[in-house]
């Protein structure tokens, strides 16, 4: 069986506080952005001499490391630990950049949950499947519905919200820098924002430019200048809304019309849709 990991966007990224256990508080809405993986299961015939009970493999982009840290493998054997689940092969098909703060490898991961319960029929309730993916990361668990959603605490106590970008046009460029979010949280100073992003996205996108604020532009764009001049390229582009997805390095806005960006970007990531 096939599915179709998509990618996010952060419309606001207020760093609130610094916890006990090292992580901070958060407050961000997430919105889904028909950037796609590919994920690929099948089970293995009982004859393969493979030494992984899940043989990953990685395709389009690139993947550092191991393949078996990777959060779809990891995602198989939590559920291992409760289910009987066969051997099987998995194939991943990258279309979604890394290190772009567009919650790639959490999509992945809530996708495999999703497709090991289809597929082999473990009956887990969204409820369940959204605590399994919880155990693996903080943005895990939006991606098991990938419906708007505002969220606190590290990013997983999430709240669906009335957000609807339908007929808007999006432009992401991601440039080829990455970026450490251990280095972008370490250089950003906690503090409660003047306004909530829940509260400013329910006003009209025309209205988001002074008031909707990511973070962790400021650290990253002085580490990575080139970043911020994005921003400033999609604003003069034509762009309502315009901003950094996550900690970096992609870069997104928000248009009234269609956009190409490949000429003005032509080393770089780019995808336009009309969401």
């Known amino acids: 069986m096939i599915n ?8 606001g990224l207020n760093i609130t506080g610094k916890r006990d256990d090292g992580y901070h508080n958060l407050e961000t809405v ?8 590919a994920l690929e299961i099948h089970p293995m015939d009982d004859a393969f001499p493979s030494a992984y009970d899940c043989d ?5 982009i690139p993947i550092e490391g191991d393949e078996q840290k990777n959060l779809v493998v990891r995602a198989y054997r939590l559920l291992a630990e409760t289910y009987s689940l066969p051997r099987i092969h998995a194939h991943l098909y990258k279309g979604i950049p890394t290190q772009a703060g567009m ?7 809530a996708y495999m949950i999703r497709l090991l319960n289809e ?4 009956g887990m309730s969204e409820d ?4 399994h ?3 693996l990361g903080a943005d895990c668990p939006f991606f098991i519905l990938s419906r708007p959603a505002y969220a606190e605490g590290i990013g997983e106590q999430l709240y669906p919200i009335d957000l609807d970008l339908v007929g808007w046009h999006i432009g992401v460029v991601r440039p080829d820098i990455p970026v450490s979010t251990k280095e972008a949280f370490s250089l950003v100073k906690p503090c409660p924002p003047a306004c909530n992003c829940r509260d400013i996205v329910a006003q009209p996108v025309e209205t988001w430019r002074d008031k909707l604020v990511n973070d962790f532009e400021k650290s990253v764009f002085a580490l990575h200048p080139e970043i911020g001049l994005i921003k400033e390229r999609l604003y003069s582009l034509g762009a309502i809304y315009a901003a950094m997805s996550g900690s970096g390095s992609s870069v997104f806005g928000l248009f009234r019309d269609s956009i190409e960006l490949k000429e003005e970007f032509p080393d770089m ?3 336009t849709c009309r969401l």
Not at 4 to 11: E, G, H, M
């Open 128 to 131: 369940e499947m959204i605590c």
């Open 56 to 60: 990953l493999k990685v395709t389009n």
């Open 103 to 109: 919650g790639g490898g959490s999509s992945d991961c």
């Open 119 to 122: 597929s082999f029929c473990l």
């Open 4 to 11: 179709f990991p998509i990618a996010k966007i952060n419309l």
């Open 133 to 135: 993916a919880a155990k």
């Open 269 to 271: 990531f780019t995808f």
């Open 30 to 37: 997430f919105y889904p952005v028909p950037i796609k993986d």
